[in-house]
């Protein structure tokens, strides 16, 4: 694959060379940095699953892109009103494109070291600059085929074989489109904030991105009826036009369904053609220039000569982590748990989705049924006990700290731990629980309360209360059970191992247990005070089990 | 030793917004020469050397190198030097043989010179065995000889070295120590950046001592030696005007009371 989209490339050399482009300089860049993409685990479907070997093996990862593809290719069936389907399938294909791109950018397409491998050999700027433009379209065009590909064969079942050509078209202009739609924001981005900023609000975009993709993936089918889909007018809308998916539709309701067009069809059918290449130019002309260079400050690091005198302020955390671990080892395991999470991205890629996700999964099962409109749905949700389930649901919150808080790509640092003399690192993982507790669930959870408390009345409060300490319950048999690593001390793992796994599945049925217990009694609400009692007990003896925790317990990652 | 400078930094002075971090700096580099050149944290060391290797491109002044101008002619210059950064940047997914087939490329190198002498290379530093292995394994040491042979497999007339030796252990600290001995003799020209007073007192013939921007002492070890204080370490904290001696570790010591 590699080395066909090479001689494609190779066939514009006569063009490249005329402006001044050293071809074999271009051939030998695009050649390694594609050797060296193959051999780098692919972010976007990989990162929650298979993280394991460093050979991730690219066909699975393929294959996976062209399984999204057939899935999203039976969308193009919906064909009796104009542009629906084909507005759908494009909407997707761009938003996985402009996805893929975002995870990728940073980290493979503005290699940093490029400034230090390339840039003193004798390879000329618009060499270095064609290089990359080529290859974040190579890389794209890869990822755009397999996609695309189901899409092209389907398309014949609908409109016949001379569809496939013009869809190939379409899958072009569609990448084309997000490469463009990425490239703008990240070049405004860039020049609008500082490189370190930079790097948090791509951050945050992959969060919001990966969020939205789970709600709609869980809430949409259930608050839209598809047949009301199938049935929308896209043209009815003003702002529709203004959507680039619709101008990629356009193309085909131009061509071949020209008994139900009207002019703004084949106009918008022309914009989608003209864009991209005014786009690109306009990028390559104007953004470009500036762009690298501010790419050279951010990887030489000589931008952030002027040093500022920051003096650290005390906020009412500190003041937090002084009451609740008043013991000094305590208190730096608590202090270390808040700091790092609160700045590790991967940290925060993983875990602030699960955050979004509580509230996403309760609407999907609190509006699951048929035949009802949403305002019986919510109605019939106020009078029963569904919001016990959305307590114990916070759960999901929790494991997801604890699996990840003692992971990290930069675990070496954790050396720290080991030289120094701590007789009792217990004390450092209950730190590190009261953080995870006081600076992240407890928050949560009062969030969620207060939601509750809206919805269904105060008398939930015992309610809330008994289901925060079963959850703690669950959280302490988590961590006494499954995370015996300090803080950030271990390399980001596969996954649990066999052992582990049945465990957690244990755990998890215990809390589903008393979970289902605590409807049963919901009814009698003084039971319900009474209980929080035991259950503080239990969590406070189980949270001094956990602060006994000996070095012998602790699991140690090689630190060389 | 040849009367025409291979190197000529005339007025060079840069600007980092309204820092100036380079001040009117002039040099004069004569081939074979092996510069030591010393400073410390921020004195504009690492500027320099990122001017000469192209990778700053705006600056002010002129730096002519083997009769071209800098900012003229950059990619004909670059070609003349090889650099060994000092944050040891790697492509380290590939084996040595294709890192350095890609870099010998980049220099327009043709097969099968190229990787004949990237073979002959790799083995005379020691790596044959692992030619074919992916770096992300390697020790530091054996990265840094793969970048010090990044650096010279173009055959140089200038190498611009800065701290070559980190990671590297005894052995491969005196190869490196005397091969740049060799390489002067056979007329190239070593910029050599470093901390280590005590290999740059060795290897280099001409210290350039930098502080905030400006030379503040050019001339031999036994030059400075005369003039200044008996071991480099001395002569350096003297002219950077670090304190007397005793006043920070009494500030150490006292904090402890």
């Given at each position: 694959m590699d080395k066909l989209l090479l001689k494609l490339v190779g066939l514009l050399n006569p063009l490249l060379e005329k402006t001044g482009v050293d071809v074999m300089q271009l051939h030998e860049i695009l050649r390694i940095k594609l050797l060296i993409d193959n051999?780098?685990?692919?972010?976007?479907?990989?990162?929650?699953?298979?993280?394991?070997?460093?050979?991730?093996?690219?066909?699975?990862?393929?294959?996976?892109?062209?399984v999204m593809g057939c899935v999203m290719g039976a969308l193009l069936f919906i064909s009796n009103k104009p542009l629906v389907g084909q507005t759908l399938y494009f909407s997707i294909?761009?938003?996985?494109?402009?996805?893929?791109?975002?995870?990728?950018?940073?980290?493979?397409?503005?290699?940093?070291?490029?400034?230090?491998?390339?840039?003193?050999?004798?390879?000329?700027?618009?060499?270095?600059?064609?290089?990359?433009?080529?290859?974040?379209?190579?890389?794209?065009?890869?990822?755009a085929l397999y996609q695309g590909l189901p899409g092209i064969l389907l398309i014949a079942f609908i409109d016949g074989l001379p569809a496939i050509p013009l869809f190939f078209l379409q899958v072009i202009e569609a990448t084309l489109l997000s490469v463009l739609l990425v490239n703008l924001v990240y070049f405004i981005l860039i020049k609008l904030v500082s490189p370190q900023k930079f790097k948090d609000i791509i951050n945050y975009i992959q969060i919001t991105f990966s969020i939205t993709i789970f709600a709609i993936y869980y809430l949409v089918p259930r608050l839209i009826n598809i047949s009301t889909i199938k049935n929308v007018d896209v043209l009815?809308?003003?702002?529709?036009?203004?959507?680039?998916?619709?101008?990629?539709?356009?193309?085909?309701?131009?061509?071949?369904?020209?008994?139900?067009?009207?002019?703004?069809?084949?106009?918008?059918?022309?914009?989608?053609?003209?864009?991209?290449?005014?786009?690109?130019?306009?990028?390559?002309?104007?953004?470009?220039?500036?762009?690298?260079?501010?790419l050279a400050i951010v990887s030489t690091a000589d931008g952030d000569s002027g040093v500022t005198n920051k003096t650290y302020k005390t906020d009412f955390r500190d003041k937090l982590a002084n009451l609740v671990a008043p013991d000094a080892i305590e208190n730096a395991g608590f202090k270390i748990t808040w700091k790092l999470a609160a700045r590790t991205r991967e940290f925060k890629m993983k875990v602030f989705p699960a955050f979004a996700y509580v509230p996403i999964y309760f609407l999907y099962f609190a509006f699951n049924g048929k035949g009802e409109t949403i305002a019986d749905k919510y109605e019939r949700m106020q009078h029963n006990t569904t919001y016990i389930f959305l307590i114990y649901l916070t759960t999901f919150v929790l494991s997801s700290i604890l699996q990840n808080v003692s992971q990290s790509a930069k675990y070496k640092s954790a050396w720290v731990y080991y030289t120094l003399p701590i007789d009792q690192p217990g004390k450092i993982l209950a730190g590190m629980y009261k953080a995870i507790i006081v600076i992240y669930f407890l928050p949560y959870c009062l969030i969620i309360s207060m939601a509750m408390l809206f919805i269904w009345g105060p008398s939930t409060i015992n309610d809330?209360?008994?289901?925060?300490?079963?959850?703690?319950?669950?959280?302490?048999?988590?961590?006494?059970?499954?995370?015996?690593?300090?803080?950030?001390?271990?390399?980001?793992?596969?996954?649990?191992?066999?052992?582990?796994?049945?465990?957690?599945?244990?755990?998890?049925?215990?809390?589903?247990?008393?979970?289902?217990?605590h409807v049963?009694?919901?009814?009698?609400?003084?039971?319900?005070?009474?209980?929080?009692?035991?259950?503080?007990?239990?969590?406070?003896?189980?949270?001094?089990?956990?602060?006994?925790?000996?070095?012998?317990?602790?699991?140690?990652a090689d630190v060389d | 030793m040849n009367d025409q400078p291979i190197i000529q930094i005339k007025n060079l002075s840069k600007f980092y917004d309204s820092k100036q971090v380079l001040k009117n700096l002039s040099i004069d580099i004569f081939p074979g020469q092996v510069i030591g050149y010393i400073g410390p944290n921020g004195a504009g060391k690492s500027t320099t050397v990122k001017i000469l290797t192209g990778l700053i491109p705006e600056f002010t002044g002129e730096v002519i190198v083997d009769g071209m101008n800098l900012a003229e002619n950059p990619q004909e210059i670059k070609k003349l030097i090889g650099y060994v950064p000092e944050n040891a940047e790697i492509y380290d997914v590939l084996t040595p043989m294709e890192y350095l087939d890609f870099i010998g490329k980049l220099y327009g190198m043709q097969e099968p010179v190229l990787s004949e002498r990237v073979v002959k290379l790799v083995t005379a530093f020691g790596l044959g065995a692992n030619i074919n292995d992916r770096m992300d394994t390697f020790s530091k040491g054996m990265k840094q000889k793969v970048l010090l042979i990044a650096g010279i497999i173009n055959n140089p007339k200038i190498l611009i070295l800065d701290e070559p030796l980190s990671g590297l252990d005894a052995n491969a600290v005196i190869l490196v120590k005397e091969l740049i001995t060799r390489l002067s003799k056979e007329g190239k020209t070593i910029f050599y950046c470093s901390h280590m007073m005590d290999v740059v007192e060795k290897v280099?013939?001409?210290?350039?001592?930098?502080?905030?921007?400006?030379?503040?002492?050019?001339?031999?070890?036994?030059?400075?030696?005369?003039?200044?204080?008996?071991?480099?370490?001395?002569?350096?904290?003297?002219?950077?005007?670090?304190?007397?001696?005793?006043?920070?570790?009494?500030?150490i010591i006292n904090a402890f009371e």
């Open positions: 051999r780098r685990p692919k972010a976007v479907f990989t990162s929650r699953k298979a993280k394991s070997g460093k050979v991730q093996s690219s066909f699975l990862a393929n294959f996976l892109i062209v294909f761009m938003v996985m494109m402009a996805l893929t791109l975002i995870s990728d950018f940073t980290s493979v397409l503005i290699d940093t070291r490029d400034q230090f491998i390339i840039a003193p050999r004798p390879v000329n700027d618009r060499t270095v600059a064609m290089a990359r433009f080529l290859h974040i379209t190579l890389y794209i065009t890869r990822i009815s809308h003003k702002w529709t036009c203004l959507l680039p998916p619709v101008w990629i539709a356009s193309l085909n309701e131009a061509i071949f369904h020209a008994g139900r067009i009207n002019f703004t069809v084949i106009a918008l059918a022309v914009i989608g053609l003209i864009f991209p290449i005014t786009g690109i130019w306009f990028v390559a002309k104007v953004l470009a220039p500036g762009f690298n260079r501010k809330v209360i008994l289901a925060f300490t079963v959850s703690t319950i669950y959280g302490m048999l988590m961590a006494l059970f499954m995370v015996k690593g300090l803080p950030f001390s271990k390399p980001i793992m596969v996954k649990a191992g066999g052992g582990k796994m049945i465990i957690s599945f244990v755990i998890l049925g215990l809390v589903a247990a008393l979970g289902f217990g049963f009694i919901a009814k009698w609400e003084n039971v319900v005070w009474l209980l929080i009692i035991p259950m503080l007990l239990i969590n406070w003896i189980m949270f001094n089990q956990y602060k006994k925790q000996t070095w012998d317990a602790i699991e140690l | 280099s013939d001409r210290i350039l001592l930098i502080n905030k921007g400006e030379i503040i002492a050019d001339g031999t070890f036994e030059s400075l030696k005369q003039n200044y204080s008996d071991t480099l370490e001395q002569i350096f904290s003297k002219l950077t005007g670090r304190e007397e001696s005793g006043v920070e570790t009494d500030a």
